[in-house]
């Protein structure tokens, strides 16, 4: 059994923190409440998965974390900073330093090649080029991409292209790591690697806060949260030991879309 303390025990401080988030896109007729009053804190340790239907507002959740899209109302800080009072260019900073983000579609720039785009936010920072070039070397190696920096994003696969985007999040200190789906174009054996280099980034001390329909995916968190309709409607909170067990909160007796129907359906929204 692993004695180590609860991520969110008493004392620590949280590294990311949304304080009643909400977000509406639209007006009148068109008024869309992507998140209604969402609280959350992130620990250093911490791995928190976010699991809900589509159009639920979990992206939006990672954006506003992430500071790229700004809440209609609530605080998001950082490292205990309100990020949400700074200017675009320091909230560029901030994200830059502090926050690496895994997109839902990768979001590799087309026009530089996958080690360029990997580097990117450290040759921002000032990094030279030969520094940019080892790192991205070690980068892309680390999630089994080793050969294909000097290769353009239109060059590699779908999961390969997934796997730099993981590279180019976890490049440099970043202490808390976004991932909107980052194991949706891989197959079982390489998206549970993903997963293991998540873990180890966040057992180092980083806080992550991942985004997946898969519950294999999410019995690697220590948290997982649902989300409908704009609004957190369950937290379940695991002990660390009980990693990789199923998610039994998550049960249910049967299952629509289940077919052949299986003894235990783990999809929550049914
Ligand atoms: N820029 C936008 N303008 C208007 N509505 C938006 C915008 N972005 C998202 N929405 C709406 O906000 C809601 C939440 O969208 P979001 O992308 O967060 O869902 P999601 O849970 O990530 O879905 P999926 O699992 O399909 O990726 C949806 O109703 C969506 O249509
Ligand atoms: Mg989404």
Redesign the pocket.
């Known amino acids: 059994m692993n004695n180590a303390p609860s991520p969110n025990s008493p004392g620590r401080s949280p590294l990311l923190e949304l304080d009643r988030v909400s977000v509406t ?2 007006t009148g007729a068109r008024e ?1 409440h ?1 998140l209604r009053d969402v609280t959350l804190q992130l620990f250093p340790g911490e791995l928190v998965a976010v699991m ?10 990672l954006n506003v974390a992430g500071l790229l899209q700004p809440p209609t109302s609530g605080c998001v800080l950082v490292g205990g900073q309100d990020a949400t009072s700074l200017s675009a260019s320091a909230a560029a900073k901030l994200r830059r330093r502090h926050l690496g983000f895994v997109f ?1 579609h990768f979001n590799l720039v087309p026009t530089l090649t996958v080690g360029e785009n990997v580097t990117l936010p450290l040759e921002l920072d000032g990094a030279s080029p030969a520094q940019c070039r080892q790192r991205a070397e070690e980068a892309l190696a680390e999630v089994g991409l080793d050969g294909l920096a000097d290769r353009f994003p239109e060059e590699i696969s779908g999961g390969q292209a997934q796997r730099a985007a993981i590279a180019r999040a976890l490049i440099g200190p970043r202490q808390v790591l976004l991932a ?2 980052p194991t949706g174009a891989l197959d079982t054996s390489t998206g549970e690697a993903v997963m293991q280099i998540l873990r180890q980034r966040i057992d180092a001390g980083a806080a992550g806060l991942l ?1 997946t ?1 898969e519950p294999r995916f999410a019995s690697w968190a220590d948290r997982v949260i649902m ?1 409908r309709d ?1 609004v957190v409607t369950a937290r379940e909170v695991r002990k660390r030991w009980e990693r990789h067990e199923p998610l039994l909160l998550l049960r249910a007796p049967s299952c629509a879309t289940c077919s052949p129907p299986r003894g235990v359906c783990w999809w929550p929204w049914r």
């Open positions: 896109f639209g869309v992507a809900g239907p589509s159009g639920s507002g979990k992206s939006t959740l839902q909107d789906e985004v329909h989300v704009g």
